[in-house]
């Protein structure tokens, strides 16, 4: 099938792969958490404790360990913007210790 037969067929709905599609989503939600899908499970107790252990560890280096409750949520995104590249954290440790930040507001 070259390209323009799979234009044209664009308007006939691909019923199989729609049906596939489902059932991946419906296997992917009916899984227990695996280690990988950390990031998507963003209140896990599980999520969250590691983000305070990065927290503990990181930022209580150059300075007391804030209190999360000092600053509104939407603080903390720019105090995290500048505060995660002095502790080195990665993406996803930058949104892990948000989030836990959050959570203990
Ligand atoms: C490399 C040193 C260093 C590390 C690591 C560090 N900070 Fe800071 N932090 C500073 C300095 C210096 C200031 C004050 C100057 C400034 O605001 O840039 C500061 C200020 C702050 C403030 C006050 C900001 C304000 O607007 O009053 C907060 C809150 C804060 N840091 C949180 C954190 C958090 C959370 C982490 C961990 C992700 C962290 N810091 C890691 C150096 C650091």
């Known amino acids: ?25 419906g296997f992917m939600f009916s ?8 990031s998507t499970k963003n209140n896990s107790t599980e999520y969250l404790s590691q983000g305070k252990t990065i927290y503990d560890n990181s930022c209580g280096k ?12 939407q603080s903390w995104v720019g105090i995290m913007n500048s505060m995660a590249p002095k502790a080195k954290l990665n993406e996803s440790q930058h949104q892990m210790v948000y989030d836990y930040i959050v959570s203990v507001k």
């Open 1 to 25: 099938m070259n390209k323009h037969n799979q234009f044209k067929n664009e308007a006939i709905p691909n019923y199989n792969f729609l049906v596939a599609a489902l059932g991946i989503i």
């Open 31 to 38: 899984c227990s958490p695996k280690i990988g899908e950390a």
């Open 62 to 73: 150059c300075h007391d360990l804030p209190n999360p409750k000092e600053y509104s949520a």
